[in-house]
């Protein structure tokens, strides 16, 4: 089955407590991103890779490190979690980024207190 | 600022009606578009995508898209208790860059 893979569901840490949110896809797809989605803000991209090797930021990437070292995986990491970055991520995968159908993951629902 | 704008309602209609959304959007290099539908607690699933101007019909669903007013439509017909869920217009700039709508909830009452 097609399918776009995070994990944890849910998380709850404590505040400068490093952590990963792992994503896989089983689709060979070259593009991959992290979105959070927060009440009334809707969907905002944090980084996205093109290719192995290759992320970059989007629009709220302060906070966040990505790695792109295989084609299926985008870890997202949060190196120092803050309560600002309480919110539910998603990890999306598509053959070529804007121009195609973004496959999402469960998402993950992160707590930071 | 590249913004992609949705009335976040809620917007209720009885079973059967003609549920209407709308979009806007700021730049008008936008390419692709696309409708998302987000029920409570799950991720976005494409309902559908439309790059040209026009209308796209695919079973009740239908997408309209005007370049020239910069606004994206999505008409539901015959809507469904089922179809109640978050709706979410999506933009896409260039091949890396989507940008997504607050989204508008919409309920369909029996």
């Known amino acids: 089955e097609a399918q776009v893979t995070q994990n944890p569901r849910y998380l709850i840490t404590v505040t400068g407590k490093k952590l990963t949110v792992t994503c896989s896809q089983n689709?060979?797809?070259?593009?991959m991103s992290w979105y959070r989605q927060d009440p009334g803000l809707g969907l905002r991209q944090i980084y996205y890779?093109?290719?192995?090797?290759?992320?970059d930021k989007g629009d709220v990437p302060e906070g966040y490190k990505v790695s792109r070292k295989e084609k299926r995986n985008f870890p997202l990491i949060l190196e120092s979690p803050s309560p600002n970055q309480t919110s539910l991520y998603f990890c999306a995968s598509s053959f070529t980024g804007g121009r195609t159908e973004a496959f999402f993951g469960q998402g993950t629902r992160l707590t930071v207190v | 600022q590249k913004e992609v704008e949705q009335n976040s309602g809620p917007l209720s209609v009885p079973e059967g009606a003609i549920a209407s959304l709308n979009c806007t959007y700021s730049d008008r290099g936008s390419q692709s578009f696309f409708w998302y539908r987000q029920y409570s607690g799950k991720s976005p699933e494409l309902i559908m995508f439309i790059y040209s101007n026009g209308d796209k019909e695919d079973g009740r669903f239908t997408a309209q898209l005007n370049k020239a007013s910069q606004y994206v439509s999505l008409l539901i017909r015959d809507s469904q208790p089922s179809d109640s869920a978050t709706y979410l217009c999506a933009a896409a700039y260039n091949n890396n860059d989507m940008r997504f709508g607050a989204g508008t909830r919409l309920t369909v009452k029996p």
């Open positions: 689709m060979n797809h070259e593009y």
């Open positions: 890779s093109m290719n192995v090797e290759v992320t």
